[in-house]
């Protein structure tokens, strides 16, 4: 039978608001609602579902006996919750079986339950709803507006977490996605860098220049664990064709003809058996062979 909340009962639902606050996942949050609903307003049966590939499908239960409404998919207008769903508003019943306002097509299962009443609250994230929040009793009725009203409450409140789920899910979608596009350009840089200063190495003919700048180059392949498995002339080629030079432009670069980029670039697809500049690169980056 409904009961009516006392003080013990109001400080009940503060306790586990506050509980409810540290949930991590929707999932946990939908299982902690039902049991919210149950313990604080005092149905016999809460349960709800969460709507996905349209439908509903109820999912979470505290109170049940039959587990004849497990994994129930209900359709939109069908049954009390259908037509919560498709109306965006609770809707209360008194006497299930007499109840002219909703279709019986889950009736066995219900009534399996022995329900006799219930309320079924919609949960409206942003503009669509997100599921649907039952309470039911086994005897007497649903008790009209004081049972609807503790329903549609913690349907409220459900909706609530629901939305900060869902902004928390937004925030680390975006920040993974902004480290992602950082750590992209950072990969980059670093490419051109390593490619630089291996033309300069390749260039220059003062032997304290050189000696820094092969420091330089094996300071950033132990960062990125960089083991060159190739001819430093390869790497030569290879790194500034990696930043999207043209063979002429790393001939010009290196002080070599473009035939002799063509003829290093050609042995090294075939070594690496792929058919493409492109190719290659990925190859050799996957390898760790390049930054």
């Known amino acids: ?9 109001d400080e009940k639902d503060r306790g ?5 606050g540290a949930t991590r996942s929707p999932a946990d949050v939908w299982e902690s609602a039902v049991v919210q609903l149950r313990v604080t307003s005092g149905v016999d049966l809460a349960f709800a579902g969460d709507i996905s590939d349209g439908r509903l499908v109820l999912k979470n239960f505290s109170g049940g006996h039959s587990g004849r409404l497990s994994n129930l998919a209900v359709a939109r207008g069908a049954g009390a919750g259908g037509l919560a769903w498709r109306q965006a508003r609770v809707v209360s019943i008194d006497d299930y079986r007499r109840a002219r306002k909703i279709t ?9 339950e022995g329900i006799v009443g219930l ?3 919609p949960v409206i994230v942003g503009p669509r709803v997100r599921g649907v929040l039952y309470g039911a009793v086994r005897q007497g009725s ?3 507006d004081r049972m609807q009203a503790a329903v549609e409450a913690d349907a409220r409140r459900l909706a609530h977490r629901l939305a900060v789920c869902d902004e928390v899910e937004h925030q680390v979608v975006s920040q993974t996605t902004l ?3 950082t750590s992209q350009r950072n990969e980059e840089a670093l490419r051109r860098v390593y490619a ?3 033309e300069m190495r390749s260039t220059t003919t003062d032997p304290k220049t050189f000696e820094q700048l092969e ?8 960062i990125d664990d960089v083991q060159p498995s190739l001819t430093e002339r390869q790497l030569d080629v290879l790194s500034l064709v990696a930043t999207g030079d043209s063979y002429a432009a790393v001939a010009e670069r290196l002080c070599i003809s473009p035939q002799t980029v063509k003829s290093y670039m050609r042995d090294l697809m075939a070594q690496f058996s792929v058919h493409s500049r492109h190719e290659m690169v990925v190859a050799c980056r996957r390898l760790g062979i390049l930054p």
Do not use: F, W
């Not at 039978?1 to 009962?9: E, P, Q």
């Open 1 to 9: 039978m409904y009961a009516d909340k006392d003080h013990t009962g």
């Open 16 to 20: 586990m608001r506050q509980g409810l």
């Open 104 to 112: 019986h097509e889950y009736d066995t299962p219900v009534l399996a």
């Open 119 to 121: 309320v079924a609250a």
């Open 142 to 144: 649903a008790r009209g």
């Open 179 to 181: 480290l992602s596009q």
């Open 196 to 198: 630089r200063l291996r």
């Open 215 to 222: 420091n330089l180059l094996e300071t950033i392949n132990n």
